[in-house]
């Protein structure tokens, strides 16, 4: 398969980083991302197949000139992986309204600002037109997971999104979206990445997120490497699936989702029938 250029949001750690080093290997073209990118370091790396550059996900001005810049040294773009964001944790009452909206902003509204002028270099600056778009979400973003309630509302935000988009696209454009729902994995997310609820409710005494989340860092099943390795598999297929999980936390979470689902709505099949208007005989 011929070299592809990939735009990669979030590479200064984890997937992203990981991302990077594959695709470079493989002999991709690369454009990193990173709030600061003057502290990415990447071997092997020239102007033919490397750019870094500066993005904040959360402003339209930093999005448009990283994505001039991509296309002024590149031409085009083939895959773009939006993987910038982080986790907050901590029970619902104890995360301000203000901690909130930031999630929201990064995970959700900055991954929209990205694909937003993705869509529109796919549709109208590739010759010919096409590429894939990759929204890194989270096995978090098809189930419910206590003390990620904000974190868990953004990625189905996305998941919800993204869906209804890929409806959308004309097939001639040849744009392909696929939600990337990792479990856990051995990065930065959550070591010194993570936020925390900034004011404990008292009444959550059955919980401690941090003393949580402190056990848990670095000991997830998942291998960032190999999971950086299965985003780039996936960008290389021909026809990517619209989901797909990755790490057998995510693959044995969403199988029970899926069985959880199959008992409960036949459940109330009666009920959900029963509401329609009655036709006139």
């Not at 904000?150 to 990625?155: G, P, R």
Request: proline share 3%; charged share 30%.
């Amino acid at each position: 398969m011929a070299p592809q250029v990939f735009f990669i949001t979030g590479t200064s750690t984890g997937f992203g980083n990981e991302l990077v080093k594959k695709c470079l290997a493989e002999g991709d073209k690369v454009v990193a991302t990173a709030r600061n990118s003057s502290k990415l370091k990447f071997d092997n790396t020239t102007k033919d197949n490397y750019l870094a550059v500066d993005l904040d996900v959360t402003s339209d001005d930093s999005v448009h000139k990283a994505f001039d810049a991509a296309l002024k040294q590149f031409g085009r773009i083939d895959v773009v992986c939006n993987n910038a964001g982080y986790g907050l944790s901590g029970e619902f009452e104890s995360v301000t309204e203000e901690q909130s909206r930031k999630q929201m902003e990064v995970n959700f509204f900055g991954l929209l600002k990205v694909t937003r002028r993705a869509l529109k270099i796919m549709r109208e600056v590739n010759k010919p037109a096409g590429g894939k778009i990759q929204q890194i979400t989270s096995i978090g973003g098809q189930r419910g997971v206590p003390t990620f309630s904000i974190y868990c509302a953004s990625k189905w935000a996305v998941e919800g999104f993204t869906e209804a988009v890929s409806k959308e696209l004309k097939p001639e454009w040849n744009i392909k979206l696929t939600c990337i729902e990792p479990g856990g994995f051995r990065t930065d997310w959550a070591g010194r990445s993570m936020e925390f609820g900034a004011q404990k409710e008292a009444a959550y005494d059955h919980i401690n997120a941090e003393e949580t989340m402190g056990k848990r860092h670095g000991t997830q099943a998942g291998d960032p490497v190999k999971g950086a390795r299965a985003f780039w598999d996936i960008a290389k297929m021909d026809d990517p699936p619209l989901r797909v999980v990755i790490g057998s936390d995510a693959y044995e979470g969403i199988t029970n989702k899926i069985k959880e689902y199959g008992e409960l709505y036949p459940k109330y099949k009666e009920l959900s029938n029963s509401t329609d208007v009655d036709e006139k005989k």
